[in-house]
């Protein structure tokens, strides 16, 4: 970064006009990623769909559903030039304030399990891996599992 003073990365509501840019995160760090439909229909269907950003420029963005006493987190995405900074937790204990407001009990979501990085992550934040779904991912050879993990709120 320049020697010029940033403003505090903030997060705030997706719009469907913030699409296109998100897409182009998600297939920078994503083998298979979501389509602009996943997006716009999580949008259009009330889900907590968050941008983070930082002086108009997208860091990253998350999507999460909440229902009754359980949230589940249904896709967080940091730019690949952002990971590692911090931002991640940013938006996942954002994620996890919100859901405490409305009186979740519990927190959910699947991340790969070769994605190191994200899984670290959540059970730094205190998420602990409490069951496998079996070949849930697509992969370039075949299937991946998925480690599911649930956060007690």
């Known amino acids: 970064m320049n020697n010029r003073v940033c403003n505090t990365p903030i997060i705030r509501e997706m719009m ?40 108009n420029i997208f860091l990253g963005y998350g999507v999460m559903m909440i229902g009754v006493e ?18 991640g937790k940013k938006l996942l204990n954002y994620f996890i304030q919100f859901a405490k407001e409305q009186n979740s009990k519990s927190m959910i979501l699947d991340v790969r399990e070769s994605n190191l990085g994200a899984a670290k992550l959540y059970q730094q934040v205190g998420f602990k891996q409490i069951a496998i779904r079996k070949d849930y991912y697509p992969a370039m050879c075949g299937r991946e599992d998925a480690l599911v993990m649930q956060l007690m709120l």
């Open 16 to 55: 469907p006009s913030d699409v296109a840019s998100i897409i182009l995160i998600e297939r920078e760090i994503f083998l298979f990623p979501w389509s602009p439909m996943n997006f716009l229909d999580s949008i259009n269907t009330g889900y907590q769909c968050k941008i983070l950003e930082q002086d």
């Open 70 to 87: 359980e949230a589940h987190i249904l896709t967080i995405g940091i730019a690949a030039k952002c990971q590692n900074q911090g931002f």
